[in-house]
T-cell receptor
Framework: SQTIHQWPATLVQPVGSPLSLECTVE??????LYWYRQAAGRGLQLLFY??????ISSEVPQNLSASRPQDRQFILSSKKLLLSDSGFYLC????????????FGPGTRLTVT | AQSVSQHNHHVILSEAASLELGCNYS??????LFWYVQYPGQHLQLLLK??????LVKGIKGFEAEFIKSKFSFNLRKPSVQWSDTAEYFC????????????FGSGTRLSIRP
């Protein structure tokens, strides 16, 4: 069966520090991968998605970037965090052939101080 | 721009009450529709989905949803809620023209009084 991992589970970082959140998927190959930010009362905002290694689509211009160095690894990064980057970050995957059905990880709670 | 609207931000019901959560989307083309649920402390998970065929779809735990194309709606229903249905519910739309992406609504928090 497939599983998705995210780490860390929680993170407290000062303003201006770098960020690296990691997501890995097991049990499948060539998945579509997604990064979302979830804010209370605002649903899930799609940040980035990837349909293959090295292929990244950005949905919202902002202080973050994403990379996919391996087939089942997706990384969310920032060079300098802003207070507004605080939030709950979710990684998700879907089969390339499946329209819209996505499977979510446990999330990372990021607090920028 | 395409969007998904969930007008009920917080719904409070007593056990055994009937539930209907509204979802409307703005897109004139072919869509796939989903309801996801996030129970307290758990991962977001798929509750039910509509791709084609019978517009009344049934999901897990007694939930169902009806796709009404003319109203651009996909409302979630359950005839008798339980305390364990306390969760946040998200409606989502996959545009047929965009295989990889889905658009989520803002979510409805459901609280069930025991």
């Amino acid at each position: 069966s497939q599983t998705i991992h995210q780490w860390p589970a929680t993170l407290v970082q000062p303003v201006g520090s770098p960020l690296s959140l990691e997501c890995t998927v097991e049990g499948t190959s060539n998945p579509n991968l997604y990064w979302y930010r979830q804010a209370a009362g605002r649903g899930l905002q799609l940040l980035f998605y990837s349909v293959g290694i090295g292929q990244i689509s950005s949905e919202v211009p902002q202080n973050l970037s994403a990379s996919r160095p391996q087939d089942r690894q997706f990384i969310l990064s920032s060079k300098k965090l802003l207070l507004s980057d605080s939030g709950f970050y979710l990684c998700a995957w879907s089969r390339g052939s499946a329209r819209g059905e996505q499977y979510f990880g446990p999330g990372t709670r990021l607090t920028v101080t | 721009a395409q969007s998904v609207s969930q007008h009920n931000h917080h719904v409070i019901l007593s056990e055994a009450a009937s539930l209907e959560l509204g979802c409307n989307y703005s897109y004139g083309g072919t869509v796939n529709l989903f309801w996801y649920v996030q129970y307290p402390g758990q991962h977001l998970q798929l509750l039910l989905k509509y791709f084609s065929g019978d517009p009344l779809v049934k999901g897990i735990k007694g939930f169902e949803a009806e796709f009404i194309k003319s109203k651009f709606s996909f409302n979630l229903r359950k005839p008798s809620v339980q305390w364990s249905d306390t969760a946040e519910y998200f409606c989502a739309v996959n545009l047929y023209s965009s295989a990889s992406k889905i658009i989520f609504g803002s979510g409805t928090r459901l609280s069930i009084r025991p």
